[in-house]
């Protein structure tokens, strides 16, 4: 019935031995998932919306809305 | 905790060069000292003599309790004995008591180690007189 002796020493070393490359990996892969799916598509919209946009037809259309007060729509 | 990371990063990177014992040690050994690195016997040994001191006043007895805790390992049974033997010499039931509780807590998720301690420490105990927290019913929440 006489227990026999457990180890008692670097059980803490032991244990982020085994979970710090673990823990060092998934937060490399977590970051690279985000940076792939979220802020590379992000950058692609701006990008596409940007490639084919006319900022002087924007502007017209913003200033036939009335909404400038330095410019007044093309009409009055 | 950045003691045991060090030691960790230390060894993976110097393993080849440094020696076996800066791998093993329980405590925040500098691979690039040249003094040999202590052993566990040598550890235990110096721990046994710091609690048989016969005039141990209650501050070190707390202090070497306190540092002895802060360490990546279970004391081994022969030091706690030491320290037990200490907390009698100064009629303080609480402290050896709380050492017992101590060594549950540092044993963390190995369950097997505080049934140990406690089966190597129940002469001790018998003849010192003190309880287990279990046999007080102080385990329970």
Known sequence: MSLPKPVMRGLLAKRLRFHLPIAFTLSLIVAAAFKFTVTEPRKQAYADFYKQYDAMKEFNAMREAGIFESVRPSGE | ?141
């Open chain 2, 1 to 141: 905790m950045f003691s045991a990371a060090v030691r960790i990063s230390a060894a993976g990177i110097r393993t080849a060069v440094r020696s076996r014992p800066c791998f093993t040690a329980p405590l925040a050994v500098r691979c690039y000292s040249h003094a040999k690195p202590e052993t566990d016997e040598e550890f235990d040994a110096r721990w046994v003599t710091y609690f048989s001191k016969p005039d141990i006043d209650a501050w070190e007895l707390r202090k070497g309790m306190n540092t002895l805790i802060g360490y990546d390992l279970v004391p081994e049974p022969k030091i706690l004995d030491s320290a037990l033997r200490a907390c009698r010499r100064l009629n303080d039931l609480a402290s050896a008591i709380r050492i017992l509780e101590a060594v549950r807590d540092k044993s963390g998720p190995h369950k097997d180690i505080y049934p140990y301690v406690i089966q190597e420490l129940q002469p001790t105990l018998r003849e010192l007189g003190i309880s287990t927290p279990e046999e007080l019913g102080l385990d329970k929440l």
